[in-house]
């Protein structure tokens, strides 16, 4: 009976290493996973190497109408803000992740460009001479968006405020806000979608078109044209250069 328990205790514990020495592998397997820096060799051709179409992933229904989430970024009122400053300055911030820079555009109710003006790609721009001769002079009362776009090869970004109002006293111009409660709409790939959280699969070579409007009124649109991934393969030599 005691050989039979010593016998027992000496198997349980012969399992137990192998058990630990599996766990052990399969720790150093998923190590080796991790490890990115390691090149990857594949053959270059059709037949071999699938790559997926891009997705455009967008969330208008987790801000309920106010905010939209458009793959890693986040669109809303304050994507691009314009105010005067108290140096009297025209100061415009916007997200640089949605839009790079390009053309500010002031924009009248009517859909009329009455200006515009190249700006930097800082994502926080001034402009000190806005009240030349160059720029509408304004009105109290005047109501008007500010449209910031950006292209690039056959694509473009733009984002656009929700309406501005002038109140002009004592010489003094002050910016703010209309109130204009507006439905919000996603148009993807010019169909509307009346479900606010999904994404829609691009096609390469063909555009991909995107407009949000948020509830405050402001826009966010994009149209671009996937390109195909090119590969190649790169034969290291012996020769330098």
Not at 71 to 78: G, Y
Request: hydrophobic share 35%.
């Amino acid at each position: 009976m005691k050989i039979a328990v010593y016998l027992l205790a000496l198997t349980l514990s012969v399992v137990g290493l192998h058990s630990n020495a599996q766990s052990k592998d399969e720790k150093e397997n998923d190590d080796k996973y991790k490890d990115f820096s390691h090149p990857v060799f594949f053959a270059v051709d059709d037949s071999e190497v699938k790559v997926k179409s891009p997705k455009i992933i967008y969330d208008l229904r987790a801000g309920k109408g106010f905010s939209l989430v458009i793959a890693d970024s986040v669109f809303n009122n304050d994507s691009l803000k314009v105010q005067i400053i108290e140096t009297g300055a025209l100061q415009v911030s916007w997200d640089k992740h949605l839009v790079d820079g390009g053309d500010l555009s002031i924009i009248d109710t009517y859909g009329k460009e009455l200006w515009k003006i190249k700006v930097d790609n800082s994502g926080d721009w001034k402009f000190t001479d806005w009240k030349g001769k160059n720029i509408p002079q304004w009105k109290s009362g005047d109501h008007f968006r500010f449209c910031l776009r950006s292209e690039k090869d056959k694509g473009f970004a733009s984002i656009c405020t929700q309406s501005y109002g002038v109140e002009i006293a004592d010489q003094k111009i002050t910016l703010d806000y209309t109130k204009s409660p507006t439905p919000a709409r996603l148009i993807v790939m010019n169909e509307e979608k009346k479900i606010w959280k999904g994404e829609v699969e691009a096609t390469i070579g063909a555009p991909a078109q995107f407009l949000a409007t948020i509830k405050t009124g402001a826009t966010y649109e994009f149209m671009s044209e996937p390109a195909p991934l090119n590969l190649k393969d790169i034969i290291a030599g012996e020769q330098e250069n």
